[in-house]
């Protein structure tokens, strides 16, 4: 798949979740994202309010992660938190599951716990996608969590935290992509650091891309 330079960069949700990132790294972030036009900046929810306020008249959205990276916050929790980041700016909400849940087979807990964060989300017309963490699943479970996501009424399935063992796999996303159907939205996130591993998250399916190496790849067309 060839795509330009532009079309790439509105793939990707530039991303900075490192614990030690300071006002400096977050502002350096915001820059990058609004020279190169990226889908969205996604920080800790510490960081939305200064990563909205940086990013007001763009097109760039301000995106921030709940029950991260482990997902085993109470739902109640996760629903708190993302009120707040929403009401700090932020236009898009990643959610963990509930990893250890959807291991115990409760899937009606897994389902419940994304609806109520989809839920507050919905209700400010904002995104939800959901995080599976694929690289601590089974190719079953990876199925299981995709289908509990799309009933959850999430908008996007999500391979990874990134903060886990590995992150997306093209196989990974070609198995949600099955799963979920040709409609649903697939995001792929973690150890992309290359212009041909991008496009290849893309050729399988993937929609949207979770990357910290935005400047790296998008480098590589010039």
């Known amino acids: 798949m060839e795509l330009t330079k532009a079309q790439l960069a509105k793939y990707m949700d530039h991303t900075m979740l490192k614990p030690k990132a300071t006002k400096e790294v977050i502002d350096q972030t915001i820059a990058e994202a609004l020279e190169y036009n990226t889908a969205s900046v996604c920080v800790n929810p510490y960081w939305v309010k200064r990563v ?3 990013l007001k008249d763009s097109s760039v959205n301000t995106c921030s992660v709940i029950g991260f990276p482990l997902g085993a916050n109470a739902t109640a929790i996760k629903v708190a938190e993302t009120k707040q980041a929403l009401a700090d700016g932020a236009d898009e909400i990643d959610m ?3 990893i250890g849940e959807l291991k115990d087979d409760n899937d009606s807990f897994v389902q419940e716990d994304i ?3 989809a839920n507050a989300c919905h209700e400010q017309g904002k995104l939800l996608k959901v995080i599976i ?3 601590l699943l089974t190719d079953d479970e990876k199925r ?3 289908r509990l996501t799309v009933a959850g009424g999430a908008d996007f399935v ?6 886990s063992k590995w992150g997306a796999k093209v196989e990974d996303v070609k198995l949600m992509r099955e799963t ?3 409609d649903f939205k697939i995001k792929a996130a973690g ?3 290359h212009k041909d591993e991008a496009l290849a998250m893309i050729a399988a399916g993937a929609n949207r891309l979770g990357v910290s190496a935005s400047v790296q790849i998008l480098s590589e067309f010039d």
């Open 52 to 54: 909205h306020e940086g």
């Open 115 to 117: 609806q109520a964060v």
């Open 191 to 193: 150890g992309i650091h």
């Open 96 to 98: 963990v599951i509930n």
């Open 180 to 182: 979920v159907g040709p």
């Open 158 to 163: 999500k391979t990874s935290t990134g903060f």
């Open 144 to 146: 299981r969590a995709c």
């Open 133 to 135: 963490e694929a690289c």
